[in-house]
């Protein structure tokens, strides 16, 4: 397993900076930016680092560990801590605003993907398990 992690300061311009790190190890792990794993990935990372550093105001930690036989990529774990001593809460959001659709694509993924939530002990945060690209 090959584990790789990046310090997010808590500012919206860091989302961007998190996509783009995200996307070299990736691509540095033989997943290609067009394959849909990757796609996937990168909004998930999008919306977890955007609600860290947009919703709590502190600095978070973007992890992801890889997984698999050899060279072959099977899973990918994303986690992000933030530094806040409050977990994450759902807001209720109306209809099909970006917001409301955000939250049941984020909601989906976590229970389709695997997901679990850390508790305040260790600041709060997501994690997800995504695979395969079989």
Known sequence: ???VQLEVRPDPAEVGRARRWARSR???????ADEPLAETLILLI???????VVHTGSAARLRMCFSGSGA?????????VDASARPPRPRH????TPTAAAWSS?????TAGGGSRR?????????WTVGSRS
């Open 93 to 96: 959001a109306e209809g099909t």
């Open 46 to 52: 999008s919306e977890l680092v955007t609600n860290a």
């Open 26 to 32: 990736l691509a540095g792990s033989g997943i290609g």
């Open 1 to 3: 397993m090959l584990q």
């Open 119 to 127: 508790g305040p002990a260790s600041g709060s945060g997501a994690r």
């Open 72 to 80: 072959v990529v099977a899973t990918v774990r994303v986690e992000v």
């Open 106 to 110: 984020s909601t989906a993924s976590r």
